[in-house]
Protein backbone atom coordinates (compact mmCIF):
# COMPACT_ATOMS: atom_id res chain seq x y z
CA UNK A 1 0.00 0.00 0.00
CA UNK A 2 2.53 2.45 0.85
CA UNK A 3 4.04 1.74 -2.95
CA UNK A 4 1.13 2.21 -4.11
CA UNK A 5 0.61 5.55 -2.81
CA UNK A 6 4.18 6.94 -3.18
CA UNK A 7 5.61 6.46 -6.61
CA UNK A 8 9.40 6.65 -6.65
CA UNK A 9 11.24 9.83 -6.88
CA UNK A 10 11.79 9.27 -10.70
CA UNK A 11 8.90 9.23 -11.06
CA UNK A 12 8.00 12.62 -9.50
CA UNK A 13 11.26 14.09 -11.52
CA UNK A 14 10.03 12.81 -14.83
CA UNK A 15 5.99 14.43 -13.64
CA UNK A 16 7.68 17.62 -12.99
CA UNK A 17 9.92 17.73 -16.37
CA UNK A 18 6.64 16.85 -18.19
CA UNK A 19 4.59 19.75 -16.34
CA UNK A 20 7.22 22.26 -17.31
CA UNK A 21 7.33 21.03 -20.99
CA UNK A 22 3.57 21.47 -20.88
CA UNK A 23 3.67 25.17 -19.85
CA UNK A 24 6.52 25.70 -22.38
CA UNK A 25 4.44 24.27 -25.30
CA UNK A 26 1.35 26.26 -23.99
CA UNK A 27 3.13 29.17 -23.97
CA UNK A 28 4.71 29.16 -27.29
CA UNK A 29 1.68 28.54 -28.56
CA UNK A 30 -0.14 31.65 -26.91
CA UNK A 31 2.95 33.36 -28.56
CA UNK A 32 2.11 32.28 -31.96
CA UNK A 33 -1.66 33.04 -32.25
CA UNK A 34 -1.14 36.45 -31.85
CA UNK A 35 -1.92 38.08 -35.07
CA UNK A 36 -4.11 41.18 -36.74
CA UNK A 37 -2.82 43.60 -33.82
CA UNK A 38 -5.04 41.73 -31.44
CA UNK A 39 -3.19 39.23 -28.60
CA UNK A 40 -4.64 36.84 -26.24
CA UNK A 41 -3.69 39.80 -23.27
CA UNK A 42 -2.11 37.70 -20.73
CA UNK A 43 -5.21 36.50 -18.45
CA UNK A 44 -4.87 33.70 -15.91
CA UNK A 45 -7.92 32.19 -16.75
CA UNK A 46 -7.18 32.20 -20.49
CA UNK A 47 -3.39 30.65 -19.79
CA UNK A 48 -4.75 27.96 -18.14
CA UNK A 49 -7.80 27.38 -20.36
CA UNK A 50 -4.92 26.74 -23.08
CA UNK A 51 -2.60 24.98 -20.78
CA UNK A 52 -5.48 22.45 -19.65
CA UNK A 53 -5.60 20.40 -22.95
CA UNK A 54 -2.05 20.48 -23.38
CA UNK A 55 -0.90 19.24 -20.16
CA UNK A 56 -4.08 16.53 -20.00
CA UNK A 57 -2.42 14.82 -23.76
CA UNK A 58 0.97 14.71 -22.47
CA UNK A 59 -0.10 12.74 -19.06
CA UNK A 60 -2.38 10.73 -20.98
CA UNK A 61 0.48 9.79 -23.45
CA UNK A 62 2.77 9.11 -20.85
CA UNK A 63 0.21 7.39 -18.74
CA UNK A 64 -0.74 4.94 -21.93
CA UNK A 65 2.58 4.53 -23.12
CA UNK A 66 5.46 5.16 -20.07
CA UNK A 67 7.70 7.24 -22.42
CA UNK A 68 7.52 10.71 -21.33
CA UNK A 69 9.86 11.54 -24.33
CA UNK A 70 7.31 10.65 -26.54
CA UNK A 71 4.74 11.97 -25.09
CA UNK A 72 6.92 15.03 -25.34
CA UNK A 73 7.57 14.67 -29.15
CA UNK A 74 4.14 13.94 -30.27
CA UNK A 75 1.98 16.26 -28.00
CA UNK A 76 5.16 19.07 -29.01
CA UNK A 77 4.65 18.36 -32.54
CA UNK A 78 0.57 18.23 -32.69
CA UNK A 79 0.40 21.73 -31.09
CA UNK A 80 2.83 23.01 -32.92
CA UNK A 81 1.47 22.05 -36.19
CA UNK A 82 -2.23 23.37 -34.87
CA UNK A 83 -0.61 26.53 -33.69
CA UNK A 84 1.67 27.07 -36.88
CA UNK A 85 -1.80 25.78 -39.05
CA UNK A 86 -3.76 28.46 -37.26
CA UNK A 87 -1.47 30.94 -37.89
CA UNK A 88 -1.10 30.57 -41.69
CA UNK A 89 -4.75 30.17 -41.87
CA UNK A 90 -5.53 33.50 -40.65
CA UNK A 91 -2.48 35.11 -42.76
CA UNK A 92 -3.55 33.82 -45.96
CA UNK A 93 -7.43 33.63 -45.39
CA UNK A 94 -8.47 35.77 -42.53
CA UNK A 95 -9.64 33.01 -40.44
CA UNK A 96 -8.83 30.72 -37.92
CA UNK A 97 -8.14 26.84 -37.51
CA UNK A 98 -11.34 25.31 -36.56
CA UNK A 99 -12.59 21.99 -35.25
CA UNK A 100 -14.19 21.01 -38.39
CA UNK A 101 -10.93 21.94 -40.97
CA UNK A 102 -9.87 18.27 -39.45
CA UNK A 103 -11.73 16.36 -42.28
CA UNK A 104 -10.22 18.79 -44.40
CA UNK A 105 -6.19 17.79 -43.92
CA UNK A 106 -5.57 16.81 -47.89
CA UNK A 107 -7.61 20.23 -48.90
CA UNK A 108 -5.27 22.15 -46.85
CA UNK A 109 -1.72 20.34 -47.69
CA UNK A 110 -2.94 20.95 -51.69
CA UNK A 111 -4.23 24.82 -50.83
CA UNK A 112 -0.97 25.42 -48.92
CA UNK A 113 0.89 24.74 -52.28
CA UNK A 114 -0.76 28.28 -53.73
CA UNK A 115 0.87 30.46 -50.89
CA UNK A 116 4.35 31.70 -49.90
CA UNK A 117 4.84 29.87 -46.53
CA UNK A 118 7.45 31.21 -44.65
CA UNK A 119 8.84 30.41 -41.05
CA UNK A 120 8.58 33.04 -38.31
CA UNK A 121 11.89 32.47 -36.13
CA UNK A 122 9.25 31.87 -33.42
CA UNK A 123 8.21 28.97 -35.01
CA UNK A 124 11.98 27.73 -35.06
CA UNK A 125 12.37 28.13 -30.99
CA UNK A 126 9.20 26.14 -31.23
CA UNK A 127 10.43 23.22 -33.04
CA UNK A 128 14.02 23.70 -30.75
CA UNK A 129 11.73 23.25 -27.93
CA UNK A 130 10.05 19.97 -28.62
CA UNK A 131 13.44 18.80 -29.79
CA UNK A 132 15.24 19.93 -26.31
CA UNK A 133 12.44 18.68 -23.78
CA UNK A 134 11.93 15.74 -25.66
CA UNK A 135 15.90 14.96 -25.30
CA UNK A 136 15.63 15.92 -21.75
CA UNK A 137 13.01 13.70 -21.14
CA UNK A 138 14.60 10.76 -22.70
CA UNK A 139 17.35 11.40 -20.88
CA UNK A 140 16.36 12.48 -17.39
CA UNK A 141 12.45 11.38 -17.88
CA UNK A 142 12.72 7.63 -16.86
CA UNK A 143 10.52 7.27 -14.36
CA UNK A 144 6.52 6.11 -13.94
CA UNK A 145 4.27 5.23 -11.60
CA UNK A 146 3.27 1.11 -11.07
CA UNK A 147 0.77 -0.05 -12.48
CA UNK A 148 -1.78 0.53 -10.55
CA UNK A 149 -1.37 4.23 -10.12
CA UNK A 150 -1.12 4.49 -13.53
CA UNK A 151 -4.22 2.98 -14.31
CA UNK A 152 -5.76 5.39 -12.17
CA UNK A 153 -4.28 7.93 -12.99
CA UNK A 154 -4.97 7.35 -16.83
CA UNK A 155 -8.60 6.57 -15.54
CA UNK A 156 -8.61 10.17 -14.02
CA UNK A 157 -7.19 12.17 -17.13
CA UNK A 158 -9.62 10.45 -19.16
CA UNK A 159 -12.95 11.96 -17.45
CA UNK A 160 -10.96 15.01 -16.80
CA UNK A 161 -10.66 15.17 -20.61
CA UNK A 162 -14.01 14.26 -21.36
CA UNK A 163 -15.39 16.98 -18.77
CA UNK A 164 -13.24 19.24 -20.19
CA UNK A 165 -14.41 18.51 -23.76
CA UNK A 166 -18.05 18.66 -23.01
CA UNK A 167 -18.79 20.63 -20.24
CA UNK A 168 -15.92 23.16 -19.92
CA UNK A 169 -15.22 24.29 -23.27
CA UNK A 170 -18.39 24.46 -25.44
CA UNK A 171 -19.31 27.25 -23.31
CA UNK A 172 -19.99 30.10 -25.18
CA UNK A 173 -20.95 32.36 -22.05
CA UNK A 174 -17.28 31.90 -21.01
CA UNK A 175 -15.53 32.20 -24.22
CA UNK A 176 -17.46 35.54 -24.96
CA UNK A 177 -17.02 36.89 -22.12
CA UNK A 178 -12.82 35.80 -22.04
CA UNK A 179 -13.39 37.03 -25.54
CA UNK A 180 -14.62 40.36 -24.40
CA UNK A 181 -14.66 43.44 -27.11
CA UNK A 182 -13.56 40.72 -29.35
CA UNK A 183 -16.75 38.82 -29.10
CA UNK A 184 -18.44 39.81 -32.38
CA UNK A 185 -15.59 39.01 -34.88
CA UNK A 186 -14.95 35.28 -34.98
CA UNK A 187 -11.66 35.57 -36.00
CA UNK A 188 -10.59 38.38 -33.30
CA UNK A 189 -12.47 36.68 -30.68
CA UNK A 190 -10.60 33.99 -31.77
CA UNK A 191 -7.23 35.50 -31.25
CA UNK A 192 -7.81 37.31 -28.04
CA UNK A 193 -8.37 33.39 -26.42
CA UNK A 194 -5.48 32.18 -27.60
CA UNK A 195 -5.46 28.98 -29.81
CA UNK A 196 -5.69 26.02 -27.99
CA UNK A 197 -8.70 27.02 -25.98
CA UNK A 198 -10.38 28.63 -29.08
CA UNK A 199 -9.95 25.32 -31.23
CA UNK A 200 -11.53 22.88 -28.72
CA UNK A 201 -14.16 25.17 -28.50
CA UNK A 202 -14.99 25.00 -31.62
CA UNK A 203 -15.79 21.81 -31.64
CA UNK A 204 -18.55 23.19 -29.22
CA UNK A 205 -19.63 25.09 -32.48
CA UNK A 206 -19.47 22.87 -34.74
CA UNK A 207 -21.99 20.76 -32.97
CA UNK A 208 -23.32 23.70 -30.97
CA UNK A 209 -26.83 24.40 -33.40
CA UNK A 210 -27.63 21.06 -32.38
CA UNK A 211 -28.53 21.86 -29.11
CA UNK A 212 -31.86 21.96 -28.33
CA UNK A 213 -33.12 19.80 -31.47
CA UNK A 214 -35.92 18.38 -30.98
CA UNK A 215 -36.36 15.56 -33.94
CA UNK A 216 -40.24 15.80 -32.76
CA UNK A 217 -40.67 19.07 -33.55
CA UNK A 218 -38.95 19.01 -36.55
CA UNK A 219 -41.47 16.43 -37.53
CA UNK A 220 -44.58 18.03 -36.49
CA UNK A 221 -43.90 21.43 -38.46
CA UNK A 222 -42.39 19.31 -41.96
CA UNK A 223 -45.67 17.32 -41.14
CA UNK A 224 -47.84 20.26 -42.07
CA UNK A 225 -46.06 20.54 -45.64
CA UNK A 226 -46.17 18.06 -48.34
CA UNK A 227 -43.86 17.87 -51.79
CA UNK A 228 -45.84 19.87 -54.55
CA UNK A 229 -45.78 18.48 -57.76
CA UNK A 230 -44.34 20.81 -60.25
CA UNK A 231 -47.05 20.86 -63.72
CA UNK A 232 -45.86 19.32 -66.79
CA UNK A 233 -46.46 22.83 -68.80
CA UNK A 234 -43.98 24.60 -66.18
CA UNK A 235 -41.06 22.53 -66.07
CA UNK A 236 -38.14 23.89 -66.83
CA UNK A 237 -34.17 23.07 -66.80
CA UNK A 238 -32.41 24.69 -64.15
CA UNK A 239 -28.47 25.49 -65.34
CA UNK A 240 -26.74 26.85 -61.77
CA UNK A 241 -22.87 27.90 -61.61
CA UNK A 242 -21.45 28.58 -58.58
CA UNK A 243 -18.25 31.36 -59.64
CA UNK A 244 -15.51 31.16 -57.88
CA UNK A 245 -14.39 34.26 -56.07
CA UNK A 246 -16.35 36.55 -58.50
CA UNK A 247 -17.66 39.97 -57.16
CA UNK A 248 -17.82 43.55 -58.83
CA UNK A 249 -15.00 45.19 -57.21
CA UNK A 250 -16.53 48.73 -58.76
CA UNK A 251 -19.09 48.52 -56.10
CA UNK A 252 -15.73 49.85 -53.90
CA UNK A 253 -14.34 53.01 -54.54
CA UNK A 254 -10.99 52.04 -56.52
CA UNK A 255 -9.57 54.27 -58.74
CA UNK A 256 -8.98 53.22 -62.16
CA UNK A 257 -11.28 49.77 -62.95
CA UNK A 258 -11.35 49.53 -66.78
CA UNK A 259 -15.13 50.09 -67.49
CA UNK A 260 -14.35 46.97 -69.65
CA UNK A 261 -13.86 44.83 -66.50
CA UNK A 262 -17.75 44.02 -65.96
CA UNK A 263 -19.55 45.62 -68.77
CA UNK A 264 -20.67 42.16 -69.76
CA UNK A 265 -21.40 41.31 -66.27
CA UNK A 266 -23.11 44.48 -65.58
CA UNK A 267 -25.67 43.55 -68.76
CA UNK A 268 -26.54 40.89 -67.55
CA UNK A 269 -27.45 41.65 -64.27
CA UNK A 270 -29.83 44.72 -66.19
CA UNK A 271 -31.37 41.33 -67.72
CA UNK A 272 -31.69 39.52 -64.64
CA UNK A 273 -33.64 38.92 -61.36
CA UNK A 274 -30.35 39.66 -59.00
CA UNK A 275 -29.62 40.82 -55.51
CA UNK A 276 -27.28 40.47 -52.86
CA UNK A 277 -25.83 36.98 -51.43
CA UNK A 278 -24.93 37.16 -47.94
CA UNK A 279 -22.35 34.16 -47.91
CA UNK A 280 -20.98 32.87 -44.58
CA UNK A 281 -17.33 32.58 -45.82
CA UNK A 282 -14.60 34.64 -46.69
CA UNK A 283 -11.58 34.37 -49.48
CA UNK A 284 -12.34 30.49 -49.40
CA UNK A 285 -14.78 27.51 -48.16
CA UNK A 286 -16.66 27.10 -51.09
CA UNK A 287 -18.02 24.42 -50.03
CA UNK A 288 -20.34 26.04 -47.28
CA UNK A 289 -21.63 28.20 -50.06
CA UNK A 290 -22.69 25.42 -52.52
CA UNK A 291 -24.17 23.13 -50.01
CA UNK A 292 -26.00 26.02 -48.67
CA UNK A 293 -27.79 26.34 -51.69
CA UNK A 294 -28.31 22.58 -52.59
CA UNK A 295 -29.21 21.62 -49.16
CA UNK A 296 -30.54 25.10 -48.08
CA UNK A 297 -29.25 24.64 -44.61
CA UNK A 298 -26.76 26.94 -43.72
CA UNK A 299 -24.80 24.49 -41.26
CA UNK A 300 -23.50 21.11 -42.93
CA UNK A 301 -22.93 18.04 -41.49
CA UNK A 302 -21.17 15.01 -42.85
CA UNK A 303 -22.60 13.66 -46.09
CA UNK A 304 -20.93 10.37 -46.25
CA UNK A 305 -24.69 9.42 -46.70
CA UNK A 306 -27.48 10.19 -48.86
CA UNK A 307 -28.70 13.68 -47.65
CA UNK A 308 -31.59 15.83 -48.87
CA UNK A 309 -31.62 18.51 -51.08
CA UNK A 310 -33.06 20.59 -53.95
CA UNK A 311 -31.59 18.51 -56.61
CA UNK A 312 -33.14 15.02 -54.96
CA UNK A 313 -36.67 16.69 -55.29
CA UNK A 314 -36.31 17.38 -58.81
CA UNK A 315 -34.94 13.62 -59.28
CA UNK A 316 -38.09 12.97 -58.04
CA UNK A 317 -39.80 15.05 -60.41
CA UNK A 318 -38.45 13.75 -63.69
CA UNK A 319 -35.14 15.90 -63.92
CA UNK A 320 -32.09 14.81 -64.61
CA UNK A 321 -29.20 15.89 -62.38
CA UNK A 322 -25.58 16.23 -62.98
CA UNK A 323 -22.74 18.93 -63.36
CA UNK A 324 -18.98 19.43 -63.21
CA UNK A 325 -16.38 20.71 -60.86
CA UNK A 326 -13.04 21.27 -63.15
CA UNK A 327 -10.66 20.77 -60.66
CA UNK A 328 -10.40 17.22 -58.35
CA UNK A 329 -12.85 14.96 -57.20
CA UNK A 330 -10.92 14.55 -53.99
CA UNK A 331 -11.48 18.05 -53.06
CA UNK A 332 -13.56 18.22 -50.48
CA UNK A 333 -14.60 14.76 -51.27
CA UNK A 334 -17.17 15.90 -53.96
CA UNK A 335 -16.79 12.46 -54.93
CA UNK A 336 -18.67 10.95 -52.45
CA UNK A 337 -20.83 14.01 -51.74
CA UNK A 338 -22.19 15.28 -54.52
CA UNK A 339 -24.01 11.86 -55.46
CA UNK A 340 -25.15 11.63 -52.14
CA UNK A 341 -26.76 15.23 -52.75
CA UNK A 342 -28.60 13.89 -55.43
CA UNK A 343 -26.34 14.69 -58.21
CA UNK A 344 -25.41 12.11 -60.96
CA UNK A 345 -22.46 11.16 -62.86
CA UNK A 346 -20.58 14.91 -61.32
CA UNK A 347 -17.24 15.43 -63.60
CA UNK A 348 -14.08 15.93 -62.28
CA UNK A 349 -10.64 16.50 -63.72
CA UNK A 350 -10.34 12.86 -63.09
CA UNK A 351 -13.31 11.17 -65.09
CA UNK A 352 -13.90 14.27 -67.65
CA UNK A 353 -11.92 17.60 -67.89
CA UNK A 354 -8.48 16.21 -68.11
CA UNK A 355 -9.45 14.66 -71.64
CA UNK A 356 -9.59 18.47 -73.03
CA UNK A 357 -6.34 19.32 -74.42
CA UNK A 358 -6.89 22.64 -73.48
CA UNK A 359 -6.69 21.52 -69.70
CA UNK A 360 -4.33 22.43 -67.07
CA UNK A 361 -2.61 19.19 -65.50
CA UNK A 362 -4.87 20.48 -62.50
CA UNK A 363 -7.83 22.18 -63.24
CA UNK A 364 -9.80 23.80 -66.39
CA UNK A 365 -10.31 27.36 -66.70
CA UNK A 366 -13.32 28.89 -68.14
CA UNK A 367 -12.38 28.31 -71.68
CA UNK A 368 -12.80 24.71 -71.20
CA UNK A 369 -15.53 24.74 -68.92
CA UNK A 370 -18.21 27.69 -70.69
CA UNK A 371 -17.60 26.07 -73.80
CA UNK A 372 -17.80 22.53 -72.48
CA UNK A 373 -21.16 23.42 -70.47
CA UNK A 374 -22.86 24.67 -73.64
CA UNK A 375 -22.03 21.18 -75.65
CA UNK A 376 -23.04 19.20 -73.10
CA UNK A 377 -26.48 21.56 -72.78
CA UNK A 378 -27.18 20.67 -76.18
CA UNK A 379 -26.48 17.39 -76.22
CA UNK A 380 -28.91 16.42 -73.33
CA UNK A 381 -31.46 18.66 -75.57
CA UNK A 382 -30.70 16.32 -78.67
CA UNK A 383 -30.98 13.06 -76.41
CA UNK A 384 -33.41 13.53 -73.66
CA UNK A 385 -37.25 15.37 -72.75
CA UNK A 386 -36.41 15.32 -69.56
CA UNK A 387 -35.94 18.79 -67.99
CA UNK A 388 -32.05 19.16 -67.06
CA UNK A 389 -31.02 20.40 -63.19
CA UNK A 390 -27.05 21.12 -63.84
CA UNK A 391 -25.27 22.30 -60.67
CA UNK A 392 -22.11 23.36 -62.11
CA UNK A 393 -19.07 25.09 -59.63
CA UNK A 394 -16.05 27.00 -61.58
CA UNK A 395 -12.42 27.31 -60.59
CA UNK A 396 -10.71 30.11 -62.84
CA UNK A 397 -11.12 32.91 -60.08
CA UNK A 398 -9.16 31.53 -57.27
CA UNK A 399 -7.08 33.31 -55.42
CA UNK A 400 -4.53 33.71 -54.54
CA UNK A 401 -3.54 36.33 -57.32
CA UNK A 402 0.44 37.50 -58.30
CA UNK A 403 1.55 40.15 -56.49
CA UNK A 404 5.22 40.81 -57.81
CA UNK A 405 3.78 41.11 -61.69
CA UNK A 406 0.83 40.99 -63.77
CA UNK A 407 0.26 38.11 -66.46
CA UNK A 408 -1.98 39.97 -68.57
CA UNK A 409 -0.84 43.55 -68.41
CA UNK A 410 -1.87 46.64 -66.26
CA UNK A 411 -4.36 47.97 -67.74
CA UNK A 412 -7.46 46.78 -65.83
CA UNK A 413 -7.15 49.06 -63.08
CA UNK A 414 -4.85 52.12 -63.99
CA UNK A 415 -5.19 53.68 -59.86
CA UNK A 416 -2.06 54.88 -58.52
CA UNK A 417 -1.41 52.21 -56.49
CA UNK A 418 2.07 50.61 -55.20
CA UNK A 419 2.82 47.61 -57.78
CA UNK A 420 1.68 45.13 -55.39
CA UNK A 421 -1.99 46.06 -54.87
CA UNK A 422 -1.83 47.27 -58.19
CA UNK A 423 -0.56 43.47 -59.88
CA UNK A 424 -3.10 41.69 -57.67
CA UNK A 425 -5.65 44.00 -58.96
CA UNK A 426 -4.44 43.83 -62.50
CA UNK A 427 -4.46 40.00 -61.95
CA UNK A 428 -7.70 39.41 -60.82
CA UNK A 429 -10.15 41.48 -62.62
CA UNK A 430 -8.35 40.45 -66.03
CA UNK A 431 -10.24 37.25 -64.95
CA UNK A 432 -12.99 38.91 -64.22
CA UNK A 433 -13.43 40.24 -67.31
CA UNK A 434 -12.50 37.13 -69.14
CA UNK A 435 -15.47 35.10 -67.47
CA UNK A 436 -18.01 38.11 -68.00
CA UNK A 437 -17.05 37.39 -71.83
CA UNK A 438 -17.71 33.68 -71.05
CA UNK A 439 -21.37 34.17 -69.66
CA UNK A 440 -22.31 36.78 -71.95
CA UNK A 441 -21.46 34.01 -74.37
CA UNK A 442 -23.32 31.40 -72.31
CA UNK A 443 -26.63 33.51 -72.54
CA UNK A 444 -26.57 34.22 -76.02
CA UNK A 445 -26.83 30.56 -76.54
CA UNK A 446 -29.25 29.33 -74.34
CA UNK A 447 -31.63 32.02 -75.57
CA UNK A 448 -31.21 30.01 -79.36
CA UNK A 449 -33.10 27.21 -77.56
CA UNK A 450 -36.14 26.04 -77.94
CA UNK A 451 -36.10 24.15 -74.59
CA UNK A 452 -36.94 26.91 -71.52
CA UNK A 453 -33.71 27.24 -69.56
CA UNK A 454 -33.57 29.47 -65.99
CA UNK A 455 -30.02 30.35 -65.36
CA UNK A 456 -28.82 30.79 -61.81
CA UNK A 457 -25.18 32.52 -61.03
CA UNK A 458 -24.09 33.73 -57.96
CA UNK A 459 -20.45 34.11 -56.78
CA UNK A 460 -19.18 32.03 -53.43
CA UNK A 461 -17.45 34.35 -51.35
CA UNK A 462 -14.59 37.36 -51.39
CA UNK A 463 -11.95 36.74 -53.42
CA UNK A 464 -8.60 37.00 -51.47
CA UNK A 465 -6.49 39.92 -51.29
CA UNK A 466 -3.39 40.15 -49.30
CA UNK A 467 -2.83 37.83 -46.22
CA UNK A 468 -5.31 38.58 -43.51
CA UNK A 469 -6.97 40.77 -46.35
CA UNK A 470 -4.40 43.17 -45.82
CA UNK A 471 -4.58 45.28 -49.62
CA UNK A 472 -8.86 45.39 -48.68
CA UNK A 473 -7.75 47.55 -45.35
CA UNK A 474 -4.85 49.39 -47.59
CA UNK A 475 -7.49 50.54 -50.33
CA UNK A 476 -9.60 51.83 -47.41
CA UNK A 477 -12.42 49.23 -47.48
CA UNK A 478 -14.34 48.93 -44.30
CA UNK A 479 -14.03 45.33 -43.27
CA UNK A 480 -14.86 45.46 -39.08
CA UNK A 481 -17.36 43.29 -38.67
CA UNK A 482 -18.49 45.50 -35.71
CA UNK A 483 -20.66 47.60 -38.47
CA UNK A 484 -23.41 46.54 -41.22
CA UNK A 485 -21.09 47.99 -44.18
CA UNK A 486 -17.98 46.26 -42.84
CA UNK A 487 -20.14 42.72 -42.28
CA UNK A 488 -21.49 43.34 -46.21
CA UNK A 489 -18.22 44.07 -47.78
CA UNK A 490 -16.55 41.44 -46.12
CA UNK A 491 -19.30 38.47 -46.61
CA UNK A 492 -21.63 40.07 -49.65
CA UNK A 493 -21.32 38.94 -52.68
CA UNK A 494 -24.54 38.52 -55.65
CA UNK A 495 -26.69 36.30 -57.18
CA UNK A 496 -28.25 36.48 -60.65
CA UNK A 497 -31.70 34.24 -62.07
CA UNK A 498 -32.36 34.51 -65.67
CA UNK A 499 -34.09 32.93 -68.01
CA UNK A 500 -33.94 32.22 -72.05
CA UNK A 501 -36.52 33.32 -74.11
CA UNK A 502 -38.61 29.79 -73.96
CA UNK A 503 -38.40 30.43 -70.40
CA UNK A 504 -40.18 33.73 -70.07
CA UNK A 505 -42.55 32.11 -71.87
CA UNK A 506 -43.20 29.21 -70.06
CA UNK A 507 -43.65 30.50 -66.47
CA UNK A 508 -44.54 33.97 -67.51
CA UNK A 509 -41.94 35.11 -65.91
CA UNK A 510 -39.88 38.10 -67.30
CA UNK A 511 -37.04 37.30 -64.66
CA UNK A 512 -35.92 40.93 -64.16
CA UNK A 513 -35.73 42.77 -61.23
CA UNK A 514 -34.19 43.47 -57.82
CA UNK A 515 -34.44 40.54 -55.57
CA UNK A 516 -33.80 40.80 -51.58
CA UNK A 517 -30.40 40.04 -50.13
CA UNK A 518 -30.46 36.22 -49.17
CA UNK A 519 -28.01 33.83 -47.46
CA UNK A 520 -26.99 31.13 -50.09
CA UNK A 521 -29.55 28.74 -47.56
CA UNK A 522 -32.76 30.43 -49.04
CA UNK A 523 -31.50 31.26 -53.14
CA UNK A 524 -33.46 28.10 -54.62
CA UNK A 525 -36.08 29.06 -52.77
CA UNK A 526 -36.16 32.50 -54.12
CA UNK A 527 -35.49 30.36 -57.87
CA UNK A 528 -38.75 28.42 -57.04
CA UNK A 529 -40.41 30.84 -56.08
CA UNK A 530 -39.93 32.80 -59.03
CA UNK A 531 -40.98 30.03 -61.44
CA UNK A 532 -44.28 29.74 -59.66
CA UNK A 533 -43.30 26.21 -57.93
CA UNK A 534 -44.63 24.94 -54.63
CA UNK A 535 -41.80 23.10 -53.87
CA UNK A 536 -40.58 20.53 -51.38
CA UNK A 537 -42.04 20.23 -48.11
CA UNK A 538 -38.66 21.33 -46.33
CA UNK A 539 -38.77 24.49 -49.06
CA UNK A 540 -42.59 25.35 -48.09
CA UNK A 541 -41.62 25.26 -44.25
CA UNK A 542 -38.16 27.53 -45.42
CA UNK A 543 -40.44 30.35 -46.60
CA UNK A 544 -41.97 31.94 -43.58
CA UNK A 545 -38.39 32.03 -42.10
CA UNK A 546 -37.23 33.66 -45.19
CA UNK A 547 -39.39 35.92 -45.77
CA UNK A 548 -38.73 37.39 -41.94
CA UNK A 549 -35.17 36.85 -41.62
CA UNK A 550 -33.97 36.46 -45.68
CA UNK A 551 -30.57 36.91 -44.63
CA UNK A 552 -29.67 34.44 -41.28
CA UNK A 553 -25.81 34.18 -40.61
CA UNK A 554 -23.29 32.13 -38.73
CA UNK A 555 -21.75 35.06 -37.05
CA UNK A 556 -25.36 36.24 -35.60
CA UNK A 557 -25.94 38.84 -37.93
CA UNK A 558 -29.42 38.38 -39.25
CA UNK A 559 -31.91 40.79 -41.50
CA UNK A 560 -34.91 40.84 -40.05
CA UNK A 561 -37.76 42.73 -41.40
CA UNK A 562 -35.19 44.74 -43.53
CA UNK A 563 -33.06 45.42 -40.85
CA UNK A 564 -29.39 44.23 -40.44
CA UNK A 565 -28.81 43.87 -36.48
CA UNK A 566 -27.15 41.45 -34.56
CA UNK A 567 -29.99 41.63 -31.57
CA UNK A 568 -32.78 39.70 -33.40
CA UNK A 569 -36.30 39.90 -31.69
CA UNK A 570 -37.42 36.66 -29.36
CA UNK A 571 -39.92 35.87 -32.72
CA UNK A 572 -36.13 36.17 -35.12
CA UNK A 573 -34.87 33.39 -32.58
CA UNK A 574 -37.89 31.19 -32.42
CA UNK A 575 -38.19 31.32 -36.20
CA UNK A 576 -33.98 30.20 -36.43
CA UNK A 577 -34.31 27.18 -33.94
CA UNK A 578 -37.42 26.39 -35.77
CA UNK A 579 -35.52 26.72 -39.14
CA UNK A 580 -32.56 24.60 -37.54
CA UNK A 581 -34.59 21.92 -36.36
CA UNK A 582 -36.56 21.37 -39.44
CA UNK A 583 -33.43 21.85 -41.49
CA UNK A 584 -31.27 18.77 -39.44
CA UNK A 585 -34.33 16.50 -39.76
CA UNK A 586 -34.43 17.42 -43.69
CA UNK A 587 -31.04 16.40 -44.38
CA UNK A 588 -31.14 13.11 -42.87
CA UNK A 589 -34.72 11.78 -44.43
CA UNK A 590 -33.44 10.66 -47.33
CA UNK A 591 -31.28 8.63 -45.58
CA UNK A 592 -33.91 7.57 -43.07
CA UNK A 593 -35.61 6.18 -46.24
CA UNK A 594 -33.82 3.40 -46.90
Known amino acids: MQAFLKPKKSAWLTLALLLVTGLVYSTLSLCLSDLNGVSWGGAPLLFCLN ?44 DPLM ?31 IFVLSALLFRFGKGRPGPEVRLLSLTAVGLAGLICFYDVYPDDNLY ?40 QNAMEILGQYT ?27 I ?63 GYVTGGGHPSHEWFYDRVTVNPNLGLDNYLFMENYYSSNPDSDKDVAYDNVFFSDLEQRI ?32 NSYCTGDYPDHISNALNNYLYVMQDTGGYLAHLTDYLDTLEEPVVLVLYGDHKPWMGNGGSIYEELGINMDLFTQEGFLNYYATWYAIWGNQ ?59 NGVYTTEPSQRAKDLIRRFQDVSIYDRSRVWNQE
Open 51 to 94: TLPVLLILGFLWLATGQAWLASLVTGVLIFLLSGGNYFKILFRG
Open 227 to 253: DGDIPEDKKVSIVTIQLEAFTDFSLFD
Open 255 to 317: QGISPDVYSNFHQLLAESYSGTLVTDVFAGGTTESEWAVLTGGNYHDDFSHKTDSVAWYLKDQ
Open 176 to 215: NHLAGEHAMNETNAYISCGMVYPFFHSYGDYLGYRNGYSE
Open 502 to 560: AAKETLDCDFVGEGPDLSPCFLMNEVFTLCGWEGSAYMQAQREVAETLPVMHTTGWVKE
Open 99 to 129: WEDLHLLQEASQMAGEYRIEFIPLMYVFLSA
Open 378 to 409: GEHFASSEAPLFSFNVTYQGHGPYQTEFTYWG
